[in-house]
């Protein structure tokens, strides 16, 4: 198993985020992205909760008599799992097209294995009083954008729902 490099809080925007060492990444896997421009991404990451889930929690917190505390209780329980993760051999392509500002990104992924993830979601919707969609755990390798300004930014996989919409199949 491996572990994360640092466990990242942004409380402004509710990001949970786990820095990871850059994985091997397969020659055919390089291939493919050359094929479609994508470029090599400079860091790495396994997202816990960002865009849709950390909108829901930010949303909560807002609301929140004590936002501090319980954004504090939210960390504390990102802060107490061990985090450890395992690399699978699926990578797929994901494609998603934004409004503001217009453009479209796309990315190839490589699933990983979380065990901790199940646990944690259970608790922080315990903990915040709502169910949230499970987040599929991948690490975005690759990314294009045709606005430059995105060039290197993942798409936000919030659940399997959106992994499903995103996706343009297993490469």
């Known amino acids: ?12 925007d ?7 060492q850059k994985p091997n990444i397969p020659n055919r896997i390089h291939e ?8 090599e991404k400079d860091e790495f990451h396994i997202s816990v ?16 008599s004590a936002p501090e505390k319980l954004w504090e209780e939210i960390t504390t329980l990102f802060e107490s799992c061990a985090w450890e993760y395992s690399l699978t051999d699926e990578y797929y392509l994901q ?12 990315t190839i992924i490589q699933k990983v294995n979380l065990s901790d993830l199940l646990p944690f979601y259970e608790k922080l919707g315990q903990i915040l009083g ?8 991948h690490i975005t390798l690759l990314s294009w954008s045709d606005d430059p300004l995105f060039m290197t930014r993942g798409i936000g996989i919030s659940s399997e729902e959106d992994f499903e919409t995103y996706s343009q199949g297993r490469l």
């Open 32 to 39: 493919e992205a050359q094929i479609r421009n994508l470029v």
């Open 14 to 20: 509710c990001f949970l985020i786990l820095q990871v």
């Open 95 to 106: 494609e998603n097209s934004y409004s503001e500002p217009r453009h479209t990104r796309r």
């Open 130 to 137: 709502i169910i949230f969609p499970m987040p599929v755990p």
């Open 1 to 12: 198993m491996l572990k994360p490099l640092k466990k990242k809080s942004v409380s402004e």
């Open 49 to 64: 909760a960002v865009t849709k889930n950390a909108r829901k929690i930010k949303e909560v917190i807002s609301r929140s």
